[in-house]
T-cell receptor, first 114, second 115 residues
Framework: AQSVTQLDSQVPVFEEAPVELRCNYS??????LFWYVQYPNQGLQLLLK??????LVKGINGFEAEFNKSQTSFHLRKPSVHISDTAEYFC????????????FGTGTQLKVEL | GAVVSQHPSRVICKSGTSVKIECRSL??????MFWYRQFPKKSLMLMAT?????????EQGVEKDKFLINHASLTLSTLTVTSAHPEDSSFYIC???????????FGSGTQLSVL
């Protein structure tokens, strides 16, 4: 079984500042890793995913994440945030080849302020 | 992009009644759909995997007689909360896997409140 920990429930940041949302996972098997974003009253949207290959993954809206196997982390970063990035962000993990069966973290609310 | 429609977005019902939630893939076919439940400040918890034309696979601890899942077509899965009680109040989210590319798309969720 897999588990995901998102330690920060809320992250306030000023517009144009950089941000990092933390995600750590645990698993006894190889994993795929995902970041999803949920805007108010909308469904979850895939930001980026790591399946294999390069550990630095670039996603939509200028976000990127780095898979660190030794630290079992998959932190999400953006060098300069916008007001429109205000949303809930979920980290998720699945067993490699596990057929999209995802285990989610508790989410991090990113609040971008002027 | 691909769209998953989940209906209703919000429902309030009396204790003891049953509530049906629909999950539709609007522009793709989905042999597999997933149902999640989310409590405030908690992660999404997978309840069951819905398979078109066959019985759903429930996660440990989820009552299959309580949460009835039907996946009768390639574009529709329904979750029925039977004899709902206040403790069933929660946010329910579905996701659907596109058979053509294996990508996963989520609905916008249903907030269920049982009085």
């Amino acid at each position: 079984a897999q588990s995901v920990t998102q330690l920060d429930s809320q992250v306030p940041v000023f517009e144009e500042a950089p941000v990092e949302l933390r995600c750590n996972y645990s698993s006894s098997v190889s994993v795929y890793l995902f970041w999803y974003v949920q805007y108010p009253n909308q469904g979850l949207q895939l930001l980026l995913k790591y399946l294999s290959g390069s550990t630095l993954v670039k996603g939509i809206n200028g976000f990127e994440a780095e898979f660190n196997k030794s630290q079992t982390s998959f932190h999400l970063r953006k060098p300069s945030v916008h007001i429109s990035d205000t949303a809930e962000y979920f980290c998720a993990v699945s067993a490699a080849g596990g057929g999209n069966k995802l285990t989610f973290g508790t989410g991090t609310q990113l609040k971008v302020e002027l | 992009g691909a769209v998953v429609s989940q209906h209703p977005s919000r429902v309030i019902c009396k204790s003891g009644t049953s509530v049906k939630i629909e999950c539709r893939s609007l522009d793709f076919q989905a042999t597999t759909m997933f149902w999640y439940r989310q409590f405030p400040k908690k992660s999404l918890m997978l309840m069951a995997t819905s398979n078109e034309g066959s019985k759903a696979t429930y996660e440990q601890g989820v009552e299959k007689d309580k949460f009835l899942i039907n996946h009768a077509s390639l574009t529709l899965s329904t979750l029925t909360v039977t004899s709902a009680h206040p403790e069933d109040s929660s946010f329910y989210i579905c996701s659907a896997r596109d058979v053509s590319n294996e990508k996963l798309f989520f609905g916008s969720g249903t907030q269920l409140s049982v009085l």
